[in-house]
């Protein structure tokens, strides 16, 4: 689904902010059209977005900024309509409108970049994923991810899972991952993680409290537990840093499948809800590293592929894996909700 249209674009995000349970959220993202008719410097750039406003999440960047100056302190305007006190549409047009005219200046940068929306919900579908291709490959697993922002999955080695009764991870973790499960569970094979390594173009120190105030603020607002997770994640970082490096993904990729691999563990790369973030030639370019060292895999050193990304007509995240050297073929074991609440098995 490609959507250039700005206000097609801004009303089909706050569809799925509300078909994720994010009322609010959706509210402010609609308020959006607001800041459009204030005609104000954001207000102009975000009328005329080059190309496919959808992809490049140009609703959600300008709904972290609201939220940023809300967590900051910065204005009050919008605290009845983040407290879900002013419920009607117009009148949540006019706050943001009045937001808009008062911050133009500190919300014009916010369009400069794509969401940071790190989620340490999402890493259920990662492990559900892994304990799947365990029955399939080599247990033990070295972790690749692109697009980490903050590198909060790459520590899911620390993290407790509870997958529909399928228990993972440390049980004494502070960082407990439990969705709603629906289905069948997922295979309980054993999982062993020895390594995960990450990148991103831009990424997030948690131990820097403006970054952090930063990421929290892609929050959406009605999500009060992905709060508390990303507390949580924020210690776990600070007592051990993520593997996280600054580089471009394709870059990455290639860089890590040239390292030897170790026999009897397999490599898999993975990225939750960021592929669309990446230039066409940049996928285009993982995708033929990715099927090129499929073609060299063995028994002994196999790959895989895991992707948690969204389909643009459900609303909803699907969990594909793709493995070798078994086969090329994409297999659907889930989808989920766009932040981990829930997971419907389908493997």
């Not at 600070?238 to 030897?260: I, K, Y």
Request: aromatic share 8%; proline share 6%.
């Amino acid at each position: 689904m490609e959507i250039a249209d700005v206000a097609e674009a801004i009303e089909w995000q706050a569809r799925h902010s509300e078909e994720a349970g994010a009322p609010i959220n959706a509210r402010i993202i609609r308020g959006e059209l607001a800041m459009i008719a204030a005609g104000t410097k954001t207000g102009q750039r975000m009328a005329n977005w080059p190309g496919l406003s959808l992809e490049d999440a140009m609703p959600l960047r300008m709904a972290g900024g609201l939220h940023f100056l809300h967590l900051t302190g910065q204005t009050d305007l919008l605290v009845p309509v983040y407290a879900g006190k002013v419920t009607r549409q117009e009148q949540v047009d006019a706050l943001v409108r009045e937001v808009a005219l008062q911050f133009d200046d500190a919300l014009l940068p916010w369009l400069d970049g794509p969401p940071q929306t790190n989620e340490a919900g999402r890493s259920s579908c990662v492990m559900a994923g892994l304990m799947w291709l365990s029955g399939h490959l080599a247990p033990r697993f070295e972790l690749i991810e692109i697009g980490a922002s903050a590198g909060i999955n790459t520590m899911m080695a620390r993290y407790g899972y509870d997958l529909g009764g399928v228990k993972a991870g440390p049980h004494g973790s502070p960082m407990q991952i439990v969705p709603e499960w629906r289905g069948w569970p997922p295979p309980a094979y054993p999982v062993e993680i020895v390594s995960v390594k990450g990148c991103d173009i831009a990424p997030v120190d948690l131990t820097d409290v403006d970054q952090a105030q930063r990421l929290k603020a892609y929050i959406w607002a009605d999500a009060t537990e992905r709060m508390t997770r990303m507390d949580v994640a924020i210690a776990l970082a600070t007592e051990e840093a993520p593997d996280l490096v600054q580089m471009d993904a394709a870059e990455f990729v290639a860089q890590r499948l040239a390292e030897d691999q170790e026999a009897g563990v397999t490599r898999v790369l993975f990225h939750t809800v960021m592929w669309q973030y990446l230039p066409q030639a940049t996928r285009d370019a993982i995708r033929d590293m990715m099927n090129a060292a499929g073609k060299r895999a063995t028994a002994e050193k196999p790959l895989a592929w895991i992707r948690v990304e969204t389909n643009r007509t459900t609303f909803r995240h699907e969990l594909t894996v793709k493995y070798w050297p078994d086969g090329e073929q994409v297999v659907q074991l889930a989808q989920a909700h766009p932040h981990g609440a829930w997971v419907e098995w389908m493997g």
